[in-house]
Antibody, heavy 121, light 113 residues
Framework: QVQLVESGGGVVQPGRSLRLSCAASGFTFSSFGMHWVRQAPGKGLEWVAVLAHDGTNKYYADSVKGRFSISRDNSKNTLYLQMDSLRAEDTAVYYC??????????????WGQGTLVIVSS | DIVMTQSPDSLTVSLGERATINCKSS????????????LAWYQQKPGQPPKLLIYWASTRESGVPDRFSGSGSGTDFTLTISSLQAEDVALYYCQQYYSPPLTFGQGTRVEIK
């Protein structure tokens, strides 16, 4: 079955960087678009970024554009999120989520358990 | 950006009764050339990630009980739980994927009366 395991979260000071990873298994990782979605404590869901199966087509939420970068290594079945210039409002659980299509349909048919990022001095 | 608005914010329903959640988009999410509505529904229980229930507005995800159904088109959509079970207590979100940025509704909390 599909398994997505996020890692790399933690406490970081404002302005610093963090890289999240998502290890995928149970499906052909290189055949599907992948997303990051976040959820601030006690809040709703916010889509962050998407990357097509081949690492080409990508989009970002305006709130992270220019600061976050999504990438993947299909040889390692791993998705990444490089987060720079972190702000307090980036504090959230970050979920890795699988799309249902090569490029991306835009809905999320499998989710990881999430990794918590806390931005605080 | 397409704004998704759910109603109500919370819903209390007796076991076995029908629960209805509405979702309205600020612009149509119907893609006429593909004859599809780019709308999904998710269920999130406390301490868990969301789970996909419905996509293309009315297609039930594999393994989702048939008491869950989605309907609507254009800008107005509904998630219906035909006979509420105890395990359905959760937050429910709609999401549009018609165009980036992909956006969610604010969520509707379903509880047992």
């Amino acid at each position: 079955q599909v398994q997505l395991v996020e890692s790399g979260g933690g406490v970081v000071q404002p302005g610093r960087s963090l890289r999240l990873s998502c290890a995928a298994s149970g499906f052909t990782f290189s055949s599907f678009g992948m997303h990051w979605v976040r959820q601030a404590p006690g809040k709703g869901l916010e889509w962050v970024a998407v990357l097509a199966h081949d690492g080409t087509n990508k989009y970002y939420a305006d709130s992270v554009k220019g600061r976050f970068s999504i990438s993947r290594d299909n040889s390692k079945n791993t998705l990444y999120l490089q987060m720079d210039s972190l702000r307090a409002e980036d504090t959230a659980v970050y979920y890795c989520a699988k799309d249902d299509e090569f490029y991306w349909a835009g809905y999320f048919d499998s989710w990881g358990q999430g990794t918590l990022v806390i931005v605080s001095s | 950006d397409i704004v998704m608005t759910q109603s109500p914010d919370s819903l209390t329903v007796s076991l076995g009764e029908r629960a209805t959640i509405n979702c309205k988009s600020s612009q149509s999410v119907f893609y006429s050339s593909k004859n599809k509505n780019y709308l999904a529904w998710y269920q999130q229980k406390p301490g868990q990630p969301p789970k996909l229930l419905i996509y293309w507005a009315s297609t039930r995800e594999s393994g989702v009980p048939d008491r869950f159904s989605g309907s609507g088109s254009g800008t107005d959509f509904t998630l219906t739980i035909s006979s509420l079970q105890a395990e359905d207590v959760a937050l429910y979100y709609c999401q549009q994927y018609y165009s980036p940025p992909l956006t969610f509704g604010q969520g509707t909390r379903v509880e047992i009366k």
